[in-house]
């Protein structure tokens, strides 16, 4: 009889684990796919400024190769499905010469807070750079 009991009295036991245990782990996949949006989004932003910085190194002139910096870093982002609720894109043409190099940072401000419950903060500012050399021996027809 003594073993009876304990049957009875264990029987729940499997379903209250599984109650209490089942929100921690949605939850950490929560925080877990917050975390992968978060990387490929960062991936995608330093492949802007990257194709940025080199689409403006192979300009002619620094007032193009600024603009061009720009046009190509919104159009990889928006390429790839990132949204900024705020985009700058900054060009440093001040050593932009044959031989010289052009410097693109951008800097975008991502919403998260569409991955709920991740506890992620609601937006986070990724910055990123690349600089890529002027070709030396191209002519310079400003």
Do not use: H, K
Request: aromatic share 4%; charged share 25%.
């Amino acid at each position: 009889m003594q073993a009876g009991r304990r049957r009875r009295s264990q029987s729940g036991g499997a379903a209250v684990e599984v109650v209490l245990v089942a929100p921690l782990l949605i939850a950490m996949l929560l925080f877990v796919v917050g975390l992968g949006r978060l990387a490929s989004t960062r991936e995608v932003v330093d492949g802007a400024a990257r194709d940025a910085a080199r689409q403006a190194s192979v300009r002619r002139s620094p007032e193009r190769a600024a603009a061009d910096a720009r046009s190509i870093a919104t159009d990889t982002l928006a390429g790839r499905d990132v949204t900024c609720r705020e985009l700058a894109v900054d060009v440093d043409t001040s050593d932009f010469r044959p031989g010289g190099s052009v410097g693109v940072d951008v800097a975008c401000r991502v919403a998260l807070a569409d991955v709920a419950l991740s506890g992620l903060p609601g937006q986070q500012w990724l910055r990123r750079s690349f600089v890529a050399p002027v070709d030396r021996f191209r002519g310079d027809n400003r």
